[in-house]
């Protein structure tokens, strides 16, 4: 018993401070409960303490492949909000069509904003700022409410990881003869600002184009409105 003890002393000096955690974690308590070394939802048993990390990475390793390899069928919508360089970060388009005007006429008005750098603006340059806004966007039927509400619609915090509100688009392969024959749209989804890129796990030879609707409507602005394949390669 001491000499297990001591084993168990020496491969804990020897694990780094997560596989340190992780062994904490699988320890029984008073209670009873896993032995040390097990594995939840029935993951194999690694066997012994000295080999904690390595097993813990062989699992990750396990589970990030399978995450990569979707099942057959599974719809993949990749990217799909990248902003024109020339709007630091701001989706315009989206913005612009809400507003019901063209994208120039609002990156002009905007141009003339001075926005706060670190922080939130002062009351006065607040009122400045919506002031250089309105001048430009009023003779375009905008109005101070409106503006208000798609200003507040898609602020975001990009700083903070943070992405402008959205829905992803739902999807369904429709397949015929284990042929991909088209998709269904289920949920156009919304917030979309650059062409998504559109694939069905299991027919990678098939290639799809999609087409975006942007309107006054915050609730679907944005939105996927066509999913067609544009071809068919031959696989090598």
């Not at 057959?72 to 612009?96: M, Q, W």
């Not at 409410?145 to 369904?172: C, F, I, M």
């Amino acid at each position: 018993m001491k000499r297990y003890l001591i084993g168990i002393g020496i491969a804990l000096l020897g694990c780094s401070a997560t596989a340190i955690a992780w062994n904490q974690l699988d320890r029984p308590d008073e209670r009873g409960g896993r032995m040390h070394g097990e594995r939840q939802h029935g993951k194999r048993n690694c066997g012994c303490l000295s080999q904690d990390i390595r097993c813990e990475e062989e699992q990750t390793n396990q589970e990030e492949s399978e995450m990569a390899s979707p099942s057959k069928g599974t719809v993949i919508i990749e990217s799909g909000f990248d902003t024109d360089p020339r709007d630091g970060g701001r989706p315009v388009k989206l913005i612009a069509a809400a507003l019901g005007v063209d994208e120039e006429v609002f990156r002009d008005a905007f141009s003339n904003v001075r926005p706060a750098r670190g922080g939130h603006p002062t009351a006065q340059r607040a009122r400045a700022n919506k002031e250089v806004l309105m001048n430009a966007l009023e003779p375009h039927g905008v109005t101070n409410d409106r503006l208000d509400e798609v200003s507040n619609w898609y602020r975001y915090r990009p700083e903070s990881g943070e992405l402008w509100q959205h829905r992803e688009a739902k999807l369904t392969p429709v397949i015929e003869n284990e042929e991909l024959a088209g998709i269904r749209i289920d949920d156009g989804g919304a917030g979309y600002l650059s062409t998504p890129e559109i694939r069905v796990a299991g027919f990678d030879n098939v290639r799809l184009q999609c087409e975006l609707d942007f309107s006054k409507d915050l609730e679907t602005n944005g939105q996927i409105t066509s999913v067609t394949i544009v071809e068919n390669e031959e696989s090598p």
